[in-house]
């Protein structure tokens, strides 16, 4: 079950033992007799994309031996976008001695490794795991830290470069939150890539979700299309970024593919749930002692693909044209 903070500030506060490494003082015996590894779950906002890591993360680790409710189970906690529910979490993790913490975003990232370098976390949708100091290098881990990246090198450049030469896009507006260093990080990427291919960018921040659609709102008349990156505020706002593109007709872009499949002309992307899954893996081997948090590099998304919604493109005025299948593929619905 999820748990939303303010919710958390319910969680026990009972003094558990945190040991190094893997295990905790408070861990019993599950259905089979076997030891019961408790996973904490921190997660920065609800929205498509993070829960898709999260589902692919425990059908790694189902599939690696450790069943919820055999002998494993996830104290989930969803911090409403809101820095210091991410810090109240963890320091609850860290009191009540979870065996593993597994950190479904930047901020929650960060959160979780300020509170604890003794318990192993694994991250995932991280955008910059460097930037965030969450490690050294990408082949260089923390002492307990390791995880997944969803920043492709080509993810960004791909799109842009679509809705350039392909939608003759010449103003994109950009939403964000300036408070979330991924955010920060893809903006500046875009800039660059828009610049270099001769369009110019119009920044607009917001700092909660409440202010999504005011800011969208605020862009109409200055630019000829939107583009979102993969920034949890604006994400979980994303509907009203939609609404206010289809009423006006300017062409929305995103970051990733969940987010296209809502209403978002295209997105270069690849699957979240793949992504977590292949972070279960790295909790499976530490779980199992195989190996520290600190032995494996930080893994890259596979298989980029820039997928085309024909229906969200018609819906915003854009003409789809079947030669885009040059550069993509069009969405199905499935």
């Given amino acids: 079950m999820k748990k939303k903070l303010g919710v958390v500030s319910s969680l026990l506060m009972a003094g558990a033992l945190v040991l190094g490494g893997c295990g905790s003082s408070n861990t019993s015996t599950g259905e089979k007799g076997d030891k019961m590894y408790t996973i904490g779950v921190t ?3 609800e929205h498509p994309s ?8 425990k ?63 694994v991250f995932t949708s991280v955008t910059d795991p460097v ?16 995880g997944t990246t969803d920043s492709h090198p080509e993810a960004i450049s791909k799109t842009i470069d679509f809705m350039v030469n392909q939608v003759k896009a010449k103003k994109i507006g950009v939403i964000f939150n300036s408070g979330e260093q991924n955010s920060v990080v893809q903006v500046d990427e875009v800039k660059k890539v828009a610049e270099a291919a001769g369009a110019s960018v119009v920044e607009v921040s917001v700092s909660t979700s409440a202010e999504v659609k005011q800011a969208t709102e605020s862009l109409i008349d200055r630019v000829d299309s939107i583009y979102v990156p993969t920034d949890n505020t604006v994400v979980s706002a ?84 079947d030669s885009w299948t040059e550069f993509g593929e069009f969405y199905t619905g499935e």
């Fill in 43 to 45: 997660q920065i906002v």
């Fill in 50 to 57: 993070l829960d898709a890591a999260f589902e692919g993360f």
């Fill in 59 to 121: 059908k790694a680790l189902a599939e690696n031996g450790f069943k919820e409710g055999d002998n494993v189970k996830f104290d989930v906690q969803i911090a409403q976008g809101d820095p210091n529910n991410n810090a109240t979490i963890a320091s609850n993790f860290v009191s009540d001695g979870v065996d593993l913490i597994f950190a479904n975003s930047t901020p929650s990232a960060q959160s979780a490794l300020n509170a604890t370098k003794d318990i192993p976390i």
């Fill in 131 to 146: 930037g965030a100091e969450l490690v050294e290098a990408l082949d260089k881990p923390g002492v307990n830290i390791r």
């Fill in 238 to 321: 994303l509907e009203s970024v939609i609404g206010v593109a289809n009423d006006n007709k300017i062409p929305l872009f995103v970051g990733e593919l969940d987010s296209m499949k809502k209403g978002a002309v295209a997105a270069s992307g690849f699957s979240y749930m793949d992504l977590g899954y292949e972070t279960g893996l790295m909790a499976v081997e530490i779980l199992k002692g195989k190996k520290k948090a600190s032995e494996i590099p930080v893994a890259l998304p596979q298989s980029l693909k820039l997928m085309i919604n024909k229906e969200a493109a018609e819906t915003q005025g854009l003409k789809v044209e």
